[in-house]
């Protein structure tokens, strides 16, 4: 049981470029999140998904997309990466209440 | 939008003191209140996990209560350690949504 996993874990774009974050978990959990976090501030909801085939826009979402094909998986897209979305990156997982949280994925935009 | 604050913003005390995080939340109609630890370059890890109808949680030397009618949390950590050192983070839950404090860094000295 791997819990919520995150691919890359580091990653160095130049403005311009795209890229997409993965987030896996295997514990059936129909709730996904992606947030991001800088210093100073928290962490901060991007999107968020309630179920396989659905999405949702949460607090900060521009300039990200997202898409949950599979129940076990939740894709983060960046189309044109800027510097201002350089931060950490995590991941999270709903069982009832509670959410279970991936390692996080640094991104550095040059 | 839920607004969550944290204060102090960081704490140094020295080995066995006892430890006072405090946590507020500007809407009251919440589903639960968790706390997490976030080592430095690390994922978050749930601590405690406070439904909306307790007043209180307890897990071995972390006890956290829950006042919604004031909109406030308090953790506390008995007998402080050097391991105890990290960022705590409140998260107040409004449907399946989290709202997360800036954090509170402790450096516990030995």
């Known amino acids: 049981n791997a819990g919520v996993t995150q691919t890359p874990k580091f990653r160095v774009l130049k403005t311009g470029q795209s890229m997409t974050l993965l987030c896996a978990q295997d514990m059936n959990h129909e709730y996904m999140y992606w947030y991001r976090q800088d210093p100073g501030m928290g962490l901060r909801l991007i999107h968020y998904?309630?179920?396989?085939?659905?999405?949702a826009k949460g607090e900060v979402p521009d300039g990200y997309n997202v898409s949950r094909l599979k129940k076990q998986n939740f894709l983060l897209g960046l189309e044109s990466a800027a510097p201002s979305q350089t931060s950490v990156y995590f991941c999270?997982?709903?069982?009832?209440?509670?959410?279970?949280f991936g390692p996080g994925t640094r991104l550095t935009v040059t | 939008k839920q607004e969550v604050t944290q204060i102090p913003a960081a704490l140094s005390v020295p080995e066995g003191e006892n430890l006072v995080l405090n946590c507020s939340f500007t809407?009251?109609?919440?589903?639960?209140l968790q706390w997490f630890r976030q080592d430095p370059g690390k994922g978050l890890t749930s601590l405690l996990l406070i439904q909306s109808s307790q007043r209180e949680q307890t897990s071995g030397r972390l006890n956290a209560s829950l006042d919604k009618s004031s909109g406030r949390s308090t953790l506390y950590i008995a007998a402080s350690q050097p391991g105890d050192s990290a960022t705590y983070l409140c998260?107040?839950?409004?449907?399946?949504?989290?709202?997360f404090g800036a954090g509170t860094t402790v450096t516990v000295r030995a």
């Open positions: 809407d009251s109609a919440i589903y639960n």
């Open positions: 999270a997982s709903n069982r009832g209440r509670e959410q279970y």
């Open positions: 998260a107040v839950a409004n449907d399946y949504k989290l709202s």
């Open positions: 998904s309630v179920g396989e085939g659905t999405t």
